[in-house]
């Protein structure tokens, strides 16, 4: 039977010519086009306001950096390292974070909109607020994400294991859960909209019970 949960669409990125950008010129509020960066330490810098079009991370440190309200468009990030990240109320924009380690992730009121997330290690993912559309994290490991209070439409998780998920007060449409391994919930009711699997059900409902104080004897 054909699923009635709906994809994420996203379109591959393009092939562009890009420049070598000058790391140490770039700062706050800067606006970047088709330039690519290349084992480079942006640790610790203030980034705030920052704009990529069309650019590339490649083995680049954002250790601390500011990167508040930043603007990533059409952009590749590969082989990032963060053990803060700190990028809250800043837009993803058809947008790939691949091979990447991320410790704490400060990403709350950001707005998501076709990217791809794959074979990335993340801590805790703070996505509070956050608005998601088309949206598919493939074969990452994440110790906790929280989605408290997200708007998500058409995000999916293949091959992800996820140690702790907080849906609290979330909407969720055409959310597909069926390739997510996930050992904790939080916020159960903000489950509505998702789709799961038979198996996460039975786990569910015995997430729902412990939750209530329910003893199950068989």
Same mark, same amino acid.
């Given at each position: 039977?054909?699923?009635?949960?709906?994809?994420?669409?996203?379109?591959?990125?393009?092939?562009? =010519?890009?420049?070598?950008?000058?790391?140490? %010129?770039?700062?706050?509020? @800067?606006?970047?086009?088709?330039?690519?960066? !290349?084992?480079?330490?942006? %640790?610790?810098?203030?980034? !705030?306001?920052?704009?990529?079009?069309?650019?590339?991370?490649?083995?680049?440190?954002?250790?601390?950096?500011?990167?508040?309200?930043?603007?990533?468009?059409?952009?590749?990030?590969?082989?990032?390292?963060?053990?803060?990240?700190?990028?809250?109320?800043?837009?993803?924009?058809? +947008?790939?974070?691949?091979?990447?380690?991320?410790?704490?992730?400060?990403?709350?009121?950001?707005?998501?909109?076709?990217?791809?997330?794959?074979?990335?290690?993340?801590?805790?993912?703070?996505?509070?607020?956050?608005?998601?559309?088309?949206?598919?994290?493939?074969?990452?490991?994440? @110790?906790?994400? @929280?989605?408290?209070? +997200?708007?998500?439409?058409?995000? !999916?998780?293949?091959?992800?294991?996820?140690?702790?998920?907080?849906?609290?007060?979330?909407?969720?449409?055409?959310?597909?859960?069926?390739?997510?391994?996930?050992?904790?919930?939080?916020?159960?009711?903000?489950? !509505?909209?998702?789709?799961?699997?038979?198996? =996460?059900?039975?786990?569910?409902? =015995?997430?729902?019970?412990?939750?209530?104080?329910?003893?199950?004897?068989?």
């Amino acid at each position: 039977m054909k699923s009635s949960t709906h994809p994420p669409r996203i379109d591959a990125l393009r092939d562009v =010519q890009r420049t070598d950008g000058d790391a140490a %010129s770039v700062d706050a509020d @800067d606006d970047l086009e088709l330039e690519s960066f !290349a084992d480079t330490d942006f %640790s610790g810098r203030d980034l !705030a306001g920052l704009t990529l079009r069309e650019c590339a991370f490649d083995g680049v440190d954002l250790d601390d950096a500011n990167l508040r309200g930043a603007r990533f468009l059409e952009t590749t990030l590969s082989g990032v390292h963060a053990p803060i990240l700190r990028m809250s109320r800043s837009t993803l924009r058809d +947008v790939v974070l691949e091979r990447s380690r991320l410790g704490s992730a400060e990403l709350f009121d950001t707005t998501w909109n076709g990217v791809r997330v794959r074979q990335c290690k993340l801590g805790y993912v703070n996505l509070r607020g956050s608005h998601l559309t088309d949206v598919i994290f493939e074969d990452c490991t994440i @110790d906790e994400l @929280d989605l408290g209070g +997200v708007t998500a439409t058409r995000v !999916a998780f293949p091959g992800t294991t996820v140690k702790t998920l907080d849906v609290t007060r979330a909407t969720l449409k055409h959310v597909d859960l069926r390739g997510l391994d996930f050992r904790a919930v939080h916020g159960l009711e903000g489950l !509505a909209g998702a789709t799961v699997n038979e198996v =996460q059900v039975a786990e569910l409902a =015995q997430l729902f019970a412990a939750q209530l104080g329910i003893v199950v004897e068989g």
